[in-house]
């Protein structure tokens, strides 16, 4: 007993000690390194210490999140909007539409107004970008105001084959800075750890998307499925930026020659991948039209 309250003593720390050690391991290891001190006997010690505060702070994690989390999602799904928008996969669509769209307005105007105050026309071309965006939303959105999700699939086929090809013009605005990256040496720059919270941003908002178009394909909705076709779009488009921002930060032992291809090989496949999208929703519209035309033809022939 008494071995065992030596260990719970040791791996269950009072909260407030988990905090200030948190704190003070975090501390040191910043002057550690920002001093270059990493092989002193002074900061063998604070490795230590901060392995033990990691150890701890998991453990405190593990033993307290469930908790947590349990108690946040009673509070979540307790609240009639939250818990509509997380388990009406219709309305989702909606709220995530109108989101979308204004989103994508502000940044149209403001990379306008960029454009015209600094006379560039790389502004301009994110302009014009964001309005192609903004534009295929707006006609998602003009539809579901009017029109149920899955009542009527040829007019939802329709608004789709419209929203495509739409969705091929903005190969346009990504071959235009593509070349303003290789040949006027524009791109995305983020300050200190800025960059890190882009990333990670990034690779979220790319694996959010892929995963919703295969989530999204079970309720055999062209709106839903051209809606989130449109926002893998977006996220690729993001890879890309975060590319030529990766190559600003850390890019200064790769040669321009190696940049400019690897530029040229990210926005090629982005390129590829959204036209395959596009066309292939292209396609399965035509396909669905037709069929759905032959079907209502043949009915009222045969009544």
């Known amino acids: 007993m008494k071995q065992k309250a030596v260990y719970r003593k040791i791996f269950f720390p009072p909260i407030w000690l988990i905090i200030v050690l948190t704190v003070v ?15 002193m006997p002074v900061a063998y010690m604070t490795y230590v210490i901060s392995f033990y505060t990691l150890v701890v ?47 994508n307005l502000v940044y149209v105007a403001m990379n306008a107004v960029a454009a015209m105050l600094y006379s560039t026309y790389w502004f301009g071309i994110f302009a014009v970008y964001y309005a192609i965006l903004a534009m295929m939303r707006f006609l998602l959105i003009r539809y579901v105001g009017h029109n149920e999700i899955g009542v009527s699939c040829i007019s939802e086929w329709k608004r789709a084959r419209q929203c495509s090809y739409i969705l091929l013009t903005i190969n346009v605005a990504l071959a235009a800075a593509v070349l303003m990256m290789i040949y006027n040496h524009r791109g995305f720059e983020y300050q200190g750890v800025l960059i890190y919270a882009m990333a990670m941003y990034t690779f979220y908002i790319t694996v959010t998307a892929i995963t919703e178009m295969i989530k999204y394909r079970k309720y055999h909705s062209p709106i839903m499925s051209v809606s989130k076709m449109i926002k893998l779009s977006a996220s690729l488009f993001s890879m890309l930026f975060l590319e030529t921002a990766m190559f600003s930060q850390f890019g200064e032992e790769t040669s321009p020659m190696v940049q400019r291809v690897m530029i040229m090989a990210t926005g090629g496949g982005i390129s590829l991948t959204v036209v395959a999208m596009a066309l292939y929703m292209i396609v399965a519209s035509t396909k669905e039209i037709r069929k759905h035309k032959k079907s209502e033809k043949e009915y009222y022939e045969n009544a």
Not at 25 to 39: C, N, T
Not at 82 to 102: C, E, G, M, P
Request: hydrophobic share 40%.
């Open 57 to 103: 702070l998991c453990i405190a994690c593990i033993k307290t999140f469930p908790g947590y989390y349990k108690r946040i999602k009673r509070k979540v799904y307790g609240n009639q909007y939250a818990n509509r928008y997380l388990t009406d996969v219709v309305y989702k669509t909606h709220i995530n539409l109108y989101r979308s769209l204004a989103i």
């Open 25 to 39: 391991s975090a501390a040191a290891l910043i002057i550690v390194f920002v001093q270059g001190r990493e092989f």
